[in-house]
């Protein structure tokens, strides 16, 4: 039995811990924050409930893997149910588009609503990325990289030096389909021209797979990877900042934290690697992938009847989610944005016709800057900039010995599955007890 030291609390963490610990480990789990979840946690204020981070994901088949390989399915913990449609968007002519989920027909048919031919010419795109999928699948978000053994083709694709801008300038000549299929990479943070083609995968993945979330919000998964730890025995330190590893002969030997050292053969670290000195050279040239504005409102009155996500294509751009909990007669929306803020989000959307100010009977503001202090660094992880950023990160093995990486900067997938992705390839590299 190894002792393995994971550092950080949020899902890539949790997710590392809950695997290591049922494969016989002595899980030893470090977290700043007085509670675990980081961005899967809730935002509560006058009797309305608001999702702090994401509120849906991809790849359900990722979260399903981790629950039944770390004890109960998840089907026994929560009730993962997939979103239809997955979102509307928005465009400043006026028109708008339902995109479904889960469905090549039913996109194709919902893209036909805006012109004749697009319908066909979206899922044309959208099954181009089918090969690179399974390519980055297999050997990428499946496989501890090793770029002696790796295929040609998997080389290729992440060196690949054709921007996703330029992907979809070539693919689109309406630029409505352009902003759709780049949008996940702007809320995301990130530039289109600075992003690699393969990060428009996550439109094949929402077409194959859907959107999912948890009724109420998917903070709740937040909840019971908690619980998944303590049933696994795993031991969990809140209000412990890791501060350095400590490297003895060439190999991690300690964790230094606020409380003093703590022993391990392994150290997963889920956090941002700057925040570790002995970590931070190896990824200089990388930079973090910032939150948007975020604005929780709770509402009373005549609200529209939105579908759970609608995003309003503009600079700012803008998201809308409606799934939050509020008190009977009300409603709980959250409001992000992107892009040149310079007045109030919600005068911002009253600007594109979603007037909600005079329904507000409780706000909650957060910019990014106070999302990166509650979190200790950016679960959106690390910010494309070209073809390099695949290599420039860090995980899941490092240049020190016993060292790991896990969660969102471990990887170059954007949400909760690819952080999920990530915990299993530390549990496949640090192997059985």
Known sequence: MARVVVVGGGFGGMAAGARLAKVGHDVILLERADHLGGALTSVEHDGFTWDAGPASTLL????????????????????????????????????????????????????????????????????????????????????????????????????????????????????????????????????????????GVDTYLEQRFGAWTVPGGLAALGTAMAARLELRGVTVLTRTE?????????????????????????????????????????????????????????????????PSEVVVHGDPLLVVRTGGRAPDGAAAWTVLGRGRIAEDVLL?????????????????????????????????????QGPRTSRDRLGPRTPIPGVLTAGAHATTGSGLPFAGLSAALVAAVVGRA
């Open 60 to 199: 359900p088949a990722v979260v399903r893997d981790l629950f039944r390989k770390s004890g109960r399915p998840l089907e026994r913990e929560l009730d993962l149910q997939p979103l239809d449609p997955v979102r509307e968007h928005r465009f400043r002519d006026g028109s708008s588009v339902r995109v479904p989920g889960g469905s090549r027909a039913a996109q194709l048919a919902a893209f036909e609503g805006l012109g004749p031919g697009l319908g066909q010419q979206w899922v044309d795109h959208v099954a181009s990325y089918g090969e690179a999928w399974e390519l980055l699948r297999k050997e990428w978000f499946e496989r501890p990289f090793d770029a002696d053994v790796a295929p040609r083709e998997l080389i290729d694709l992440l060196g690949r030096r054709e921007s996703l801008d330029r992907r979809l300038r070539r693919a689109f000549r309406d630029e409505r389909l352009r902003l759709v299929a780049g949008h996940r990479v702007v809320m995301a943070g990130h530039e289109p021209r600075n992003a690699p083609v393969h990060a």
């Open 242 to 306: 890791a501060l350095d590893l400590v490297v003895r002969e060439g190999r991690v030997a300690a964790v230094r934290t606020t409380d003093g050292e703590l022993d391990a053969d392994h150290v997963v670290v889920a956090i941002d690697p700057r925040r570790l000195p002995s970590l931070a050279s190896y990824v200089r040239r990388t930079m973090p992938a910032m939150p948007p504005v975020v604005c929780h409102v709770g509402l009373a009155g005549d609200v529209p009847d939105l």
């Open 348 to 384: 911002a959307l009253a600007r594109q016709g979603v007037d909600v100010r005079k329904q507000v009977v409780a706000r909650v503001d957060r910019s990014p800057r106070d999302l990166v202090e509650e979190w200790g660094g950016s679960p959106w992880g690390v910010l494309w």
